[in-house]
């Protein structure tokens, strides 16, 4: 009698240190077989896998992308999708009855949720009275003559990490932008920042929420921190997790707010760049969340412990020949937390 074939799961995002803590987490259990797959022949997670799983994929923003993505998995009897990059999710995710078609359940959130997420307006919409949020206005003649406590943060209703974000100092030159809906003005929160990494489970219970301090950053990723135990933090991303309506991984960014109270930044509906962090601390996020999207049992509560770590560079060596050349360009879409 032969045991159960693997579970097929697909990983897209290799070259990024989220689709690399993700490829390493599941490729650690004998019972999965992790095919792995990125715009860019050169992503360093593609050789985490085995030749025969290496996939070439188009640019998440293509329009074949998605099409794509479904040809593959049904080609590769692919079970479950996991994808790492932020521009890649509403559409899979608005497809998602198209994957379950072919084979392949999606390990992300709702459509609603993942939209609702990238555009930095609509969350704190739907966040206030659930949790502290920023005072938040959309950069009209409306928004610039409120009475704002300067300085205040400028930013793009969308995009990852800091990129576009600013610091007004006044009244004159916050009217020196003039007027564009594409961003917004926010309340400035002076306190320390923190991101949580939350799993919650299919029917919205939250099963972990690990706060962790972002010491040291580069390009937008966590390369030293630690894990703390903070109830208020905790606390403060699993009410903006109920509020999203959030099923499977988010990283819920939070700063203190001149009360002294957690307030919510943004949230980034994936799979977060320093997960090997909260994965080592006891909580390893891509393995629960497989076993969720299979309909398996998990603990209705995951603890961790404080921890620290701190990043350094890896090689991996392999022959020329075994490189796979692609056209598309270096993989740059998401940068993690």
């Not at 998440?60 to 692919?78: H, K, P, Q, T, W």
């Not at 894990?227 to 988010?250: C, N, P, Q, W, Y």
């Not at 997960?275 to 398996?296: E, H, K, N």
Request: proline share 7%; charged share 25%; net charge negative.
């Amino acid at each position: 009698m032969t045991g159960a074939a693997p579970t097929r799961v697909l990983v897209t995002g290799a070259g990024g240190p989220a689709g690399v803590a993700v490829i390493r987490s599941l490729v650690a259990r004998p019972d999965v077989e992790v095919l792995a797959a990125d715009m860019d022949g050169w992503a360093s997670g593609l050789y985490l896998v085995a030749a025969e799983n290496r996939r070439i994929v188009p640019p998440g923003r293509s329009a074949v992308f998605v099409d794509e993505l479904i040809r593959m998995c049904r080609d590769d009897r692919v079970d479950v999708l996991f994808s790492t990059v932020d521009v890649e999710l509403p559409g899979l995710a608005e497809r998602r009855d198209d994957l379950r078609a072919v084979g392949a359940l999606l390990a992300a959130p709702s459509h609603d949720t993942l939209v609702t997420c990238l555009d930095k307006h609509a969350l704190v919409k739907r966040v206030e009275g659930s949790a502290r949020v920023p005072v938040t206005r959309l950069l009209n003649g409306e928004g610039v003559g409120a009475d704002w406590r300067f300085p205040v943060i400028v930013k793009p209703r969308s995009g990852a990490g800091s990129r576009g974000v600013r610091l007004v100092a006044d009244r004159v030159a916050l009217e020196e932008l003039g007027v564009d809906e594409s961003l917004i003005i926010q309340e400035n929160l002076p306190g320390d920042e923190f991101s949580v990494d939350v799993l919650a489970g299919l029917d919205g219970e939250v099963i972990a929420a690990v706060p962790r301090s972002r010491e040291r950053v580069d390009s937008g990723v966590s390369i030293a921190g630690r894990t703390v135990k903070r109830a208020e933090l905790s606390d403060t991303a699993a009410a903006v997790a109920r509020a999203i309506g959030l099923t499977g991984v988010a990283n819920v960014q939070l700063r203190y707010s001149s009360e002294g109270v957690p307030a919510l930044l943004e949230v980034n509906p994936r799979f977060p760049g320093a997960l090997p962090l909260t994965i080592a601390s006891g909580v390893d996020m891509p393995s629960l969340l497989l076993d969720l999207v299979l309909g398996r049992p998990v603990p209705s509560r995951v603890e961790f412990e404080e921890l620290a770590n701190v990043r350094y560079l890896e090689d991996v060596f392999l022959p020329p020949a075994e490189v796979i050349v692609s056209e598309n360009a270096a993989h740059t879409e998401g940068p993690g937390e």
